[in-house]
């Protein structure tokens, strides 16, 4: 089993459509969870940050991490075509030598379609 | 301010080449890496530096090596380029190993024939 694991897409819907993109990992030292933006040739930016478990929202983006089931979710509510890229999943553990190392999922693409 | 700057944006080498891709990062951050993404199987580390002076292998080493010139500067180095290292190839920085989060430079295409 990957240590992340990501569903690639790709991934439809129309504007203003409600988006769920999901991580499951097998690491229960992670402890810190992210997800990043990529659009097409271009570096991940980073979207939002998490520790532990929980929700936190920034607009229209909102990201829970349930710990119990090892599974993140970062959710869009009025989707734009701007939206549209590669979202990648990231998580570490909160220390330790590997503590220097994101793990990546393999990302999922999403297309927001006016 | 620029963050992350990497050079050069796209590279065609033979096999059997050497070439160095260049990293730089005007945010004072400590800790700084060399990933490649690949179709398929994401971003993968290749070497870090938590610390000016200090280099550590990553997931896939095999074939690169790493220099950090200074704090700003980390630059990786293919010495014998194979198809295999068809890649882009993305640096990083953060504030240190253990804070802050990392940023991402725009990658290097290179392609190997």
């Known amino acids: 089993q990957k240590e992340v694991e990501q569903d690639p897409g790709p991934l439809s819907v129309p504007e203003g459509a409600i988006v769920s993109l999901n991580c499951t990992y097998s690491n229960s030292a992670f402890q810190y969870f992210m997800w990043y933006r990529q659009y097409s040739r271009k570096g991940p930016e980073l979207l939002m940050y998490?520790?532990?478990?929980g929700n936190k929202e920034d607009g229209r983006f909102t990201a829970q991490v349930d710990k119990s089931s090892k599974y993140i979710s970062l959710f869009i509510r009025d989707s734009q075509p701007s939206d549209s890229a590669t979202y990648l999943c990231?998580?570490?553990?909160?220390?330790?030598?590997?503590?220097?190392?994101?793990?990546f999922g393999k990302g999922t693409l999403l297309t927001v379609n006016p | 301010n620029a963050g992350v700057t990497q050079t050069p944006k796209f590279q065609v080498l033979k096999t059997g080449q050497s070439m160095t891709l260049q990293c730089a990062q005007d945010?004072?951050?400590?800790?700084m890496y060399w990933y490649r993404q690949d179709p398929g199987m994401g971003l993968r580390l290749i070497y870090y530096s938590a610390s000016e002076g200090t280099t550590d292998k990553g997931e896939v080493p095999n074939g690169y090596n790493v220099s950090r010139l200074n704090k700003r500067e980390f630059s990786l180095r293919l010495e014998s380029a194979a198809p295999s290292q068809t890649s882009v190839y993305f640096c990083?920085?953060?504030?240190?190993?253990?804070?802050?989060?990392?940023?991402f430079g725009q990658g290097t295409r290179l392609t190997v024939v």
């Open positions: 945010m004072n951050h400590n800790s």
């Open positions: 990083a920085s953060k504030w240190t190993s253990e804070q802050g989060e990392a940023f």
């Open positions: 990231a998580m570490r553990p909160n220390s330790g030598g590997s503590n220097y190392k994101l793990t």
């Open positions: 998490t520790y532990s478990s």
